[in-house]
């Protein structure tokens, strides 16, 4: 069965702090692995599709890779505008576009 | 352009009665998706469409229909609403290869 598994639920960092967000996931051939970023009441905004194990991609402070079984979202020197919600979501070759999603982790970033 | 347009933004239903969510595209994208958000679950996809007249079943599809007449509208029918399908509901859509999906402004639904 096709799971995404995102770490940790929630994250607290002082503004200019790096971190990042893991990924995991389980999928019978990867079609593409997607990051959304998602602010209180409101949608979910695009920000990365990676297809396959040692792509990267950036994103100003934001930059996403890929290995076979994670991806990770690394955020240098953030700032308190980048707190909101990151989604992590995987569509897998056979079953269309069917997509899933993982729980997604809390950034906050304190000034 | 207006992107993905839900409506209504929000509702409250008593249960056993249906109500159909209504969600338009005008980027001419051919997937579209529903999904629901519960708080510590995530996105749980309900049902989609690969291309006008094809529906698909999601992880949770149960207690709800779509369908796809035309390429731009995808509703959500709810035939008979339970206190468990409160939740925000998000239409979104895509383009043909895997790539980024829209995302609507939800619609919050309460079902008492």
């Known amino acids: 069965e096709d799971q995404v598994t995102q770490s940790p639920e929630a994250l607290r960092l002082q503004e200019g702090e790096s971190s990042s967000l893991n990924c995991s996931y389980t999928?019978?051939?990867?079609?593409?692995l997607f990051w959304y970023r998602q602010d209180p009441g409101k949608g979910p905004e695009f920000l990365f599709t990676?297809?396959?194990a040692g792509e990267e991609k950036e994103k100003e402070r934001l930059k996403a890779t890929l290995t076979k079984k994670e991806s990770f979202l690394h955020i240098t020197a953030p700032k308190p505008e980048d707190s909101a919600t990151y989604l992590c979501?995987?569509?897998?070759?056979?079953?269309?576009?069917?997509?899933?999603f993982g729980a997604g982790t809390r950034l906050f970033v304190k000034a | 352009t207006a992107g993905i347009t839900q409506a209504p933004t929000s509702q409250i239903l008593a249960a056993g009665r249906s109500m159909t969510l209504r969600c338009t595209q005008d980027?001419?994208?051919?997937?579209m998706y529903w999904y629901r958000q519960d708080l510590g679950l995530g996105l749980r996809l309900i049902h989609y469409?690969?291309?006008?007249?094809?529906?698909g079943k999601g992880e949770v599809p149960d207690g709800y229909s779509v369908s796809r007449a035309n390429t731009d509208d995808f509703p959500l029918t709810l035939a008979s609403a339970v206190p468990s399908q409160t939740s925000v509901y998000f239409c979104?859509?895509?383009?043909?290869?895997?790539?980024?999906?829209?995302f609507g402004p939800g619609t919050r639904l309460t079902v008492t």
């Open positions: 979104a859509s895509s383009t043909d290869h895997p790539g980024e999906q829209y």
């Open positions: 999928v019978s051939g990867l079609r593409g």
């Open positions: 990676l297809y396959s």
């Open positions: 979501a995987v569509q897998a070759r056979t079953g269309g576009f069917k997509t899933i």
């Open positions: 980027m001419r994208h051919n997937a």
């Open positions: 469409s690969n291309t006008a007249g094809t529906t």
